[in-house]
């Protein structure tokens, strides 16, 4: 019988919203937070321990081998394949991709890691095989056509450093500004970053939320000032978000590109989204306060360095936080660092992010969420 992660409900923002939501306050486990920005967490009493949902999800294999060999597979066409809705979805009104897939499905566990890769993260993967795993996942939000520039630069300075599996949080349709699909270079791109072993989640669907007429005080300060309006999935309801994560699954599927995970913009989750992500089979969802396990219903506290760009007070708050995190987070099996493309913007940011990746690989594994949680 699957459980149902305890989720912590307490809403926090990723930081390309921009807010001031890397801070401690969401945070369940004890933390002294010397260093910790003022919270403007929201907090609102609505979102309480959910009920436990009515609809069990899919029975979810999961590994528990060793880790996964790497596999070479030739690249081979296969044809488009028919949507398959989930029960309950509705049927997703977008138009067929230009772009036909090219790869088959691959989970990323199973990827390759590049020969290049720095000494020490050989000894750790030695020692991570050895069962004494420590693991780093680094993420990058906001992924799209509109940021795959930034995003290959990112990506190529950290595999400089020895950062050769990223998850990449993928944004289907950005601020509305145009479908990946319909961005061929885009998805040959993707397809790409797949067969090298990063892994694909998905990561709302337009990543905004327009603001309402008539919010509250407490919505205001949620869905404007702490996420800059990118809470897409702060207050769905649950029908929309089984048909919007629905559909963005199975664009990913056109490519080829087997989803596990989702990773609601600003990681505001609402209780009936949750509940949909489960009916659907995603795998795991993540919070800035850890990694949710739904195959299990385990919970990975974890709270993740992200760092907010959007003014230079929050910048210097970020760097004090997440230098103070890090340290905090020494004795986690699992430490997450979250990147927004603006970061690389900001020298005094980037050059922090750099610095605590390769300080972590000292003796931690570069991974992915799907292979740190052994999914199949
Ligand atoms: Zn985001």
């Not at 790497?70 to 138009?95: I, T, Y």
Request: include cysteine.
């Amino acid at each position: 019988m699957k459980r149902r992660p305890q989720q912590q409900q307490t809403p926090e923002a990723d930081l390309f919203s921009y807010a001031a939501s890397n801070f401690p306050t969401a945070q369940a486990e004890p933390q002294a937070g010397p260093a910790a920005p003022p919270s403007v967490n929201p907090a609102p009493e609505a979102r309480q321990e959910p009920p436990p949902t009515p609809e069990p999800p899919p029975s979810q294999p999961k590994a528990v081998q060793a880790p996964p060999k790497p596999e070479v597979k030739p690249e081979v066409k296969v044809a488009p394949q028919e949507p398959q809705l989930p029960p309950g979805a509705v049927p997703s009104a977008k138009p067929q991709p230009k772009i036909a897939p090219v790869t088959e499905p691959k989970p990323s566990p199973a990827a390759e890691v590049p020969s290049s890769a720095v000494a020490n993260s050989t000894e750790a993967t030695h020692r991570a095989h050895a069962g004494f795993s420590r693991s780093l996942v680094v993420s990058i939000h906001d992924v799209s056509p509109m940021t795959q520039e930034v995003t290959t630069k990112i990506m190529a300075e950290l595999a400089e450093i020895g950062v050769h599996r990223l998850a990449l949080l993928v944004v289907p349709n950005h601020h509305c500004k145009g479908h990946f699909l319909d961005h061929p270079d885009f998805c040959l791109w993707l397809q790409a970053q797949a067969r090298a072993g990063h892994e694909i989640v998905v990561h709302g669907y337009h990543h905004r939320r327009d603001q309402r007429p008539g919010e509250t005080f407490r919505q205001k300060v949620a869905t404007q000032y702490y996420t800059a309006g990118e809470g897409e999935f702060y207050d769905i309801a649950g029908a929309d978000a089984l048909r919007i994560v629905s559909q963005a699954r199975q664009e990913f599927r056109k490519l080829g590109l087997s989803t596990k995970g989702f990773v609601a913009p600003a990681w505001l989750l609402s209780e009936g989204a949750d509940r949909a992500l489960q009916r659907l089979g995603v795998c795991y969802t993540t919070r800035i306060s850890g990694l949710f396990d739904y195959t299990t219903g385990t919970q990975h506290h974890s709270q993740s360095l992200v760092w907010s760009s959007r003014s230079a007070w929050r910048r210097g708050m970020s760097l004090l936080w997440n230098a103070y995190l890090f340290r905090r987070l020494h004795s986690t099996p699992l430490l997450r660092i979250g990147i927004h493309p603006p970061d690389f913007q900001y020298p005094g940011l980037w050059k922090q992010i750099k610095t605590l990746a390769g300080r972590a690989l000292k003796d931690r594994v570069a991974t992915t969420y799907a292979a740190y949680l052994r999914l199949k």
